[in-house]
């Protein structure tokens, strides 16, 4: 069985603890604030219906989440993990505001955060905790993040309905 490698400093994980909900904070306003907004631009691009209290809802629960998921981590001690599934979702989450940028060659809320913020610590926080967690654990939790977009983009096309 694969074991841990090293272990990261109590105020390196605090600072990564801290980074994962602030960006998050700056991400959502700018979806919510620039270009039109996150709502009116699904409307006009895909035709789905999202109204901006749905918007806000959807992601106060994704920021609890976040900061729930970061406070069990520390309290049941895989914040390893949970810095790795955080980075997969904020990758992935990047990857898909900037492939529909490039696809319909226009900005979309959420672009510059994504480009600026979310890529870099996404790509910096699987690479820094791919040594401190076992080889299975990192791609399960990887696995983890990717499949937490996959639900939120289902979500998403809905509307934000759950039905």
Do not use: C
């Not at 069985?1 to 994980?13: A, C, D, F, G, I």
């Not at 039109?36 to 895909?46: H, T």
Request: net charge positive.
């Amino acid at each position: 069985m694969e074991t841990s490698r090293r272990v990261p400093s109590e105020p390196s994980l605090t600072v990564w603890s801290w980074i994962f909900p602030v960006t998050y904070l700056l991400h959502i306003a700018e979806e919510y604030w620039v270009g039109g907004g996150y709502p009116a631009y699904i409307l006009r691009l895909r035709g789905v219906h999202l109204s901006s209290t749905r918007f806000l809802l959807a992601q106060s629960i994704g920021f609890v989440l976040v900061v729930a998921g970061i406070l069990l981590a520390r309290r049941f001690k895989f914040r390893n993990m949970m810095f790795v599934i955080l980075g997969a979702i904020v990758v992935v989450n990047g990857l898909t505001h900037t492939l529909t940028s490039i696809r319909y060659w226009e900005y979309g809320p959420g672009l510059l955060t994504s480009l600026l913020v979310w890529l870099p610590l996404g790509i910096a926080a699987l690479l820094r905790f791919k040594h401190h967690t076992t080889t299975r654990r990192y791609w399960v939790g990887v696995a983890i993040g990717v499949a937490v977009n996959v639900v939120v983009g289902v979500i998403t096309m809905k509307g934000g309905r759950l039905d």
